[in-house]
């Protein structure tokens, strides 16, 4: 069939507001839209730290998901939602955080990390530290070492939440630390 195509400035509005309104991040995360990678933890840390300004840049593997992420982030004053974005805007969003936060129940070796470690972002993360590296090389922290994933695994984001909060609160407000990672 015949047909125009009308590009949606949706997408476009979201960037550009992080682009021109918000000079930094504090948290970004990246990731999909599967469950596994557990977007409802930053909306939770977003409720409980209105104080912080949250992106959320996410890749469209599972429709309903992703709109579902995109409308919980609508009425918190302070979450960017990005959407899809492309690789050369990430690199640009991640020179714009303070850290990067991870809340995926399982990785390999995340390229987000190297993204994140290349532009001097620290990266917490709730539970994956591949061969140890955020630790031993000091690039960053885990929520706690005394953490028990298997709690978030049934999707208990407010306590993912809660965990994380006293990590992200500790890098931010100590200079020292934020510069050693």
Same mark, same amino acid.
């Given at each position: ?60 593997? %599972? &429709?309903?998901?992703?709109? =579902? *992420?995109? +409308? ?8 960017? $939602?990005?959407? /899809? ?50 630790? %031993? &090389?000091?690039?960053?922290? =885990? *929520?706690? +070492? ?8 049934? $999707?208990?984001? /407010? ?23």
């Amino acid at each position: 069939k015949d047909s125009q195509l009308i590009k949606s400035i949706a997408g476009k509005l979201n960037q550009d507001i992080a682009d021109t309104v918000v000079e930094k991040f504090d948290v970004l995360w990246v990731g999909n839209s599967l469950p596994k990678k557990r977007f409802e933890v930053v909306i939770a840390l977003a409720k409980l730290m209105p104080e912080l300004i949250f992106a959320i840049a996410m890749n469209r593997a %599972d &429709k309903g998901r992703y709109l =579902l *992420a995109q +409308e919980q982030s609508k009425p918190l004053s302070n979450v960017i $939602f990005l959407g /899809q974005t492309s690789p050369d805007k990430m690199e640009t969003n991640f020179s714009k955080a303070k850290l990067y936060l991870n809340t995926s129940t399982q990785e390999g070796f995340p390229n987000t990390f190297l993204q994140a470690w290349q532009v001097g972002v620290p990266v917490i993360s709730l539970s994956v530290d591949p061969d140890n590296i955020i630790i %031993d &090389k000091q690039l960053g922290m =885990l *929520a706690s +070492e005394n953490f028990d994933d298997k709690l978030c695994s049934e $999707f208990d984001f /407010q306590l993912c939440a809660n965990e994380l909060k006293t990590s992200i609160n500790r890098v931010l407000t100590n200079i020292d630390l934020y510069q050693l990672y």
